[in-house]
C-alpha cells in the first residue's frame, strides 16, 4: 500500500488506529524553509487543530493531531490591510494578513511550539507536537510593532515577562511592571 501523505508527513490524526512512522532524523537545513513537497493541511484543517473559546483571553488554537518538528501545521491566508490590528500578522513592513481561519489566534510565548513564515504563509512545528498543546508563536519574530505591548508569563525559561514588537522600545507601562517583577525577585 502506497504511504498517504500523512505518513510521509510524521503527522497522524488524533484517532488514527495504526502506528505512523515518525521520521527521527529531521533535516535541519530545510528547518525554516520546507521543501516544496511538505504538504499543506488546509483541506481537513479541522482534523488537525481546534479553536477553542477561553474566558479572559479569547481564542487559542489547539492541536489534535502529532505534528513532527518541522512539518507544515497550517498554511494559511486572509485579507491585506496597512493597518496593524489585534489578530493581524505582518506581511512586510507597511502589510499586515488578516487571517479569518486560525492564525490571527495562535497563542504568543517566549520558547514557542510553532513559527510562521510568512513569506509562505506557513505555519510549521518548531518543536515535536503532541495532541492537546496549545500551539503558540513567538509574536516579535513576526511584528515589527505590537497592536499592544503585554505582560507574559507564559512559564518558558526564556520568557520576557514583557512582549514587544521587535523593533520597538518597552513602553512606560511595560518598563514599570518590569521594574515590579525583577523587584519582586
Ligand atoms: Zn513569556
Redesign the pocket.
Given at each position: 500500500m502506497k504511504p498517504s501523505a500523512n505518513e510521509k508527513s510524521g503527522i497522524r490524526p488524533l484517532n488514527a488506529k495504526r502506528k505512523f512512522p515518525r521520521v527521527a532524523d529531521i533535516d535541519t537545513s530545510t528547518f525554516l524553509h520546507p521543501v516544496a513537497e511538505l504538504p499543506a493541511y488546509g483541506d481537513k484543517p479541522e482534523a488537525l487543530w481546534e479553536l477553542e473559546d477561553v474566558e479572559v483571553i479569547g481564542k487559542r488554537v489547539r492541536s489534535l493531531a502529532y505534528f513532527q518538528r518541522g512539518t507544515v501545521v497550517a498554511r494559511f491566508a486572509g485579507t491585506l490591510t496597512y493597518e496593524v490590528m489585534q489578530h493581524t500578522l505582518q506581511v512586510t513592513p507597511t502589510t499586515h494578513i488578516l487571517d479569518t481561519n486560525m492564525v490571527g489566534y495562535l497563542s504568543h510565548?517566549?520558547g514557542p511550539n510553532c513559527l510562521l513564515d510568512m513569506t509562505r504563509l506557513e505555519v510549521l512545528a518548531l518543536k515535536d507536537i503532541r495532541p492537546g498543546e496549545i500551539l503558540s508563536i513567538d509574536y516579535a519574530v513576526t511584528e515589527d510593532v505590537l497592536f499592544k505591548q503585554f505582560p507574559?508569563?507564559?512559564g518558558?525559561p526564556e520568557?520576557?515577562?514583557w512582549v514587544t514588537g521587535r523593533r520597538e522600545q518597552v513602553n512606560p507601562e511595560g518598563v514599570a511592571y518590569l521594574q515590579h517583577h525583577w523587584n519582586r525577585k
Open positions: 510565548s517566549c507574559c508569563s507564559c518558558s520568557c520576557r515577562h
